[in-house]
């Protein structure tokens, strides 16, 4: 992953990050997801980052979704 990737959803669920993911790709973006849980006691996050370039765009897809 690139330097200076921006992080436009968080969860303490991975299947969540997944279908944000798959939206973000769908719409022709190219999310990373980082799951950043402990695998044995599932504390911490699984965040999904973009480009600085398309945070704005993500996050406004992100928000659309939120809203429905």
Do not use: H
């Not at 911490?44 to 398309?54: A, F, H, I, K």
């Amino acid at each position: 992953m690139e330097k200076d990737w921006q992080i436009v959803f968080s969860t303490k669920k991975a299947y969540e990050a997944e279908m944000v993911r798959g939206l973000l790709e769908t719409a022709g973006l190219e999310p990373v997801v980082m799951n950043a849980q402990d695998s044995s006691y599932l504390f911490g996050d699984v965040e999904v980052y973009v480009s600085p370039e398309q945070a704005e765009q993500a996050e406004a897809i992100i928000k659309s979704i939120d809203n429905e």
